[in-house]
């Protein structure tokens, strides 16, 4: 069974700080998702990663793959309020066509 | 607008009673998921369906049914065999693109038993 962790699972970060959250997944993929959920609400879409060395950055989240370490990243640059929220990766196991998604870190920016 | 659509968004169950939780979509997906969220957890998988009539059971699929009679549908029924079904639960589908696989999620339905 393919897992994927992610750490921290709880971030508390001041406004305008930088932080990394880490996410390792058990076997080989080539397909990386970063979501975000507010509270009550469904998954949003923010990052999809396809290939080796892949980077994407959107306002002041960016996330890289390395999938010969299987590991992602989701920057956090200059932290503000609104980036408060949990945020999962995932990874897509071509067997059974099945996405498989860590435990989630729940990101809370203080003024 | 092309999108999933889950109702309802609240369902209370009384206990030993079987529930229905509708998923539609009409993004042309093939593939449809249910997963379940219990609260400050991740998300883990019921069911899953690939193709019209066929689905496969996911990690946690004890005390649940689905059936997948028409591309656009994937209903979830919560059986009295689940004994703690009060999660929020939320459906997903997927297909290939130009930029792989994506799952696309709806809003969700909380199921509560009272």
């Known amino acids: 069974e393919l897992k994927v962790e992610q750490n921290p699972l709880f971030l508390s970060m001041q406004e305008g700080k930088n932080y990394t959250i880490y996410c390792n997944y058990s076997?080989?993929?080539?397909?990386l998702y970063w979501y975000r959920q507010d509270p009550g609400k469904s998954l949003e879409s923010l990052f999809v990663l396809l290939s080796n060395g892949a980077v994407k950055q959107e306002g002041r989240l960016m996330a890289s793959l390395d999938t010969k370490a299987r590991l992602s990243t989701l920057h956090i640059t200059a932290a503000v309020h609104d980036l408060s929220a949990t945020y999962f990766c995932a990874v897509h196991s071509n067997t059974g066509n099945q996405f498989y998604f860590g435990t989630g870190t729940s990101l809370t920016v203080i003024p | 607008d092309g999108g999933i659509t889950q109702s309802p968004k609240y369902l209370f169950r009384k206990e030993g009673q079987n529930v229905t939780l509708s998923c539609e979509q009409n993004?042309?997906?093939?593939?449809m998921y249910w997963y379940r969220q219990d609260p400050g957890q991740g998300l883990r998988l019921i069911y899953y369906?690939?193709?019209?009539?066929?689905?496969q059971k996911g990690d946690i699929a004890e005390g649940y049914s689905v059936s997948r009679e028409k591309k656009e549908s994937f209903p979830l029924t919560v059986t009295s065999a689940q004994k703690n079904p009060t999660a929020f639960y939320l459906c997903?589908?997927?297909?290939?693109?130009?930029?792989?696989?994506?799952?696309?999620f709806g809003q969700g339905t909380r199921l509560t038993v009272v």
């Open positions: 993004l042309n997906h093939d593939a």
């Open positions: 076997t080989t993929s080539d397909r």
């Open positions: 997903a589908s997927s297909i290939w693109g130009q930029d792989g696989t994506e799952a696309f």
């Open positions: 369906s690939q193709i019209v009539n066929d689905f």
